[in-house]
């Protein structure tokens, strides 16, 4: 079936760290694939998105690059803010409307 | 509206009640989810609707749930007699096409505990 596995957290940094939260998908076909953030006490927010093999998804200064060979969809940022402590949702789309399949949030606190 | 909106924002009840939980989508968007976050276990896929269509129901955990869409825009999401495993934040997303271009905005959720 369609899952997605992201890195187990909580991940804790000092600002201005270097990020990574990996993100591996199964799926059949050639989904599109999302990072939405999650701030405390908010909804998700639609963070970047990328359709297909090759593509970057791009904002805030996080970057994700799609990648079919590795299946893999892992966000990164260079140089992380303390409001940038929140968690970050993988998720998949197969096909149409049919619903977004989420990994289980990765906890990210940056601290000072 | 400007977004998706869902009352109430917070809903303590006990156990055995029902309760209703609202969704107001954003006007246009033609597709409504709800999902359901509980700690530690990521979101679950619950129910969504498409236009006119039947609505796809199969991640209700029981029979329990249900919900409807009433004019192609509002949406509730009905639990009856509730349990405590159903404590848990519920949320409502809506999107103006298809996912894989435009993704979902999604409400604020529902805090739902049953005591």
């Known amino acids: 079936g369609n899952s997605v596995t992201q890195m187990e957290g909580p991940v804790t940094l000092s600002e201005e760290a270097f990020l990574t939260i990996n993100c591996t998908y199964t799926a059949t076909g050639y989904p599109s694939l999302f990072w939405y953030v999650q701030y405390p006490g908010e909804g998700l927010q639609l963070l970047l998105k990328?359709?297909?093999?090759?593509d970057k998804g791009s904002n805030k200064g996080f970057e994700a690059t799609y990648r079919k060979e590795t299946t893999s969809f892992h966000l990164e940022k260079g140089s992380v803010q303390v409001s940038d402590s929140a968690v970050y949702f993988c998720?998949?789309?197969?096909?149409?409307?049919?619903?977004?399949?989420f990994g289980k949030g990765t906890r990210l606190s940056v601290i000072a | 509206g400007a977004g998706v909106s869902q009352s109430p924002s917070n809903k303590v009840t006990e156990k055995g009640k029902d309760v209703e939980l609202r969704c107001d989508p954003i006007s246009g968007h033609t597709a409504l989810y709800w999902y359901r976050q509980s700690l530690g276990q990521g979101l679950e896929f619950l129910i969504y609707?498409?236009?006119?269509?039947?609505?796809?129901k199969s991640g209700l955990p029981s029979d329990r749930f249900s919900a409807e869409r009433t004019g192609g825009s509002v949406s509730t999401l009905t639990i009856q007699r509730t349990q405590q495993e159903d404590s848990a934040v519920y949320l409502c997303?809506?999107?103006?096409?298809?996912?894989?271009?435009?993704?979902?905005?999604f409400g604020s959720g529902t805090r739902l505990t049953v005591v």
């Open positions: 998720a998949l789309s197969r096909s149409g409307n049919t619903p977004l399949v």
């Open positions: 990328a359709t297909k093999a090759d």
């Open positions: 997303a809506s999107s103006q096409g298809v996912t894989g271009t435009y993704g979902y905005t």
């Open positions: 609707f498409q236009g006119n269509s039947a609505p796809d």
